[in-house]
T-cell receptor
Framework: QKEVEQDPGPLSVPEGAIVSLNCTYS??????FMWYRQYSRKGPELLMY????GNKEDGRFTAQVDKSSKYISLFIRDSQPSDSATYLC???????????FGSGTQLTVLP | DARVTQTPRDKVTEMGQEVTMRCQPI?????VFWYRQTMMQGLELLAY????????DSGMPKDRFSAEMPDATLATLKIQPSEPRDSAVYFC???????????FGPGTRLTVL
């Protein structure tokens, strides 16, 4: 079993839809939780970062962490075609330490 | 505009050849990571350095892969000899300045024939 499991997708939604992306992890030692976005032929870029259970909002993006269930989510409101990318969840057991990534979910937002 | 740079962007080589990939971390960042991304395995950590010292290279096949930081502005990943199963995109990332965010480079797309 992988340490981080991510819904593989691919996911295709119409513009304006609410998107929900999810990951589960197995090791309770993971304390830091991130979402990265990766456009085709580019490196991943950090979208959201949190180290506590609960919600964190940044514009149209909301990251949710439930440590009791070992479940993390990313919600995208009012999705745009420019949101079309692969989204990777990542977890870490310590600050500035190595990340363990989910396999990624490819999202397409149709105009 | 601070960013991680990687060279070459694309590399096609034949099995058995030596491959060297280079990374320039963001100036002032003291932690450098090497990742490999494939369709089957996703993004995997190969090795990482802090203040130029290797901290963890357990994800790297030791018999053919080696990673070094000759100085604070250059990290290298070498494969010798290369094999077709090494075909992947190799990413370098750096972190520092008291922050946890890892900044990724554009990657080196390696194809071993």
């Amino acid at each position: 079993q992988k340490e981080v499991e991510q819904d593989p997708g691919p996911l295709s939604v119409p513009e304006g839809a609410i998107v929900s992306l999810n990951c589960t992890y197995s090791n309770s030692a993971f304390q830091y939780f991130m979402w990265y976005r990766q456009y085709s032929r580019k490196g991943p870029e950090l979208l959201m970062y949190t180290y506590s259970s609960g919600n964190k909002e940044d514009g149209r993006f909301t990251a949710q962490v439930d440590k009791s269930s070992k479940y993390i989510s990313l919600f995208i409101r009012d999705s745009q075609p420019s949101d079309s990318a692969t989204y990777l969840c990542a977890v870490s057991s310590g600050s500035a330490r190595q990340l363990t990534f989910g396999s990624g979910t490819q999202l397409t937002v149709l105009p | 505009d601070a960013r991680v740079t990687q060279t070459p962007r694309d590399k096609v080589t034949e099995m058995g050849q030596e491959v060297t990939m280079r990374c320039q971390p963001i100036l002032g960042h003291n932690t450098v990571f090497w990742y490999r991304q494939t369709m089957m395995q996703g993004l995997e950590l190969l090795a990482y350095f802090r203040n130029r010292a290797p901290l963890d290279d357990s994800g790297m096949p030791k018999d053919r892969f080696s990673a070094e930081m000759p100085d604070a502005t250059l990290a290298t990943l070498k494969i010798q000899p290369s094999e077709p199963r090494d075909s992947a995109v190799y990413f370098c990332a750096s972190a520092g300045g008291g922050k946890d965010e890892q900044f990724f480079g554009p990657g080196t797309r390696l194809t071993v024939l």
